[in-house]
């Protein structure tokens, strides 16, 4: 940051402002902190005849590997608004009985993930924009060396692991780096 959103002056330093207790980016003219927080990504776990829908990434990150239908939430939406959204944006599908699946925190790349569960309406599906390609997998079908992020392989294990169970419940943890390229996941 050069210059300050609010008034435009190049005299933005790092302190901590009065009543916080982190280094912010604050402008000396006119008093304005800049707050950087997580940014949040909702998407949907979706069912159809026993098959999870995915989708293969058409852009960076990860450009080429499989997810499912997530991204980043939008002003103005609910989470379970947003999960709807990406899923139409990137699968051209539209989702039914949307439940809340999962909530991790990845705080090492400042993201809450937060995923939710429910059917493919009508089996419909396509690739959007942001997609190369959407398909239906089966447990044992599903490319797990293949996917996109870490917090899609923990959603995936936990769903099938679930179905097998008959018992669906509302999973939490972080996902945090470990030196290096390391990661663990700890579950609430």
Known sequence: MQYCPQCGSPDIGTRIPPGDNRPRRVCAECGYVHYQNPRNVAG??????????????????????????????????????????????EACAEPANLRLYCMFSLPHISQVYIIYRGELRAGVHRAGEESLATELYGEGEVPWAELAFPVVGESLRLYFADRRKGDFSVHTGDIVRRGGRALEIRHD
């Open 44 to 89: 949907c776990l979706l069912e159809w005849q026993g098959r999870v829908l995915l989708c293969r990434r058409a852009i960076e990150p990860r450009y080429g590997k499989w997810t499912l239908p997530a991204g980043f939430m939008e002003n103005g939406e609910t989470t379970a608004e947003a999960a709807a959204r990406e899923t139409r944006e």
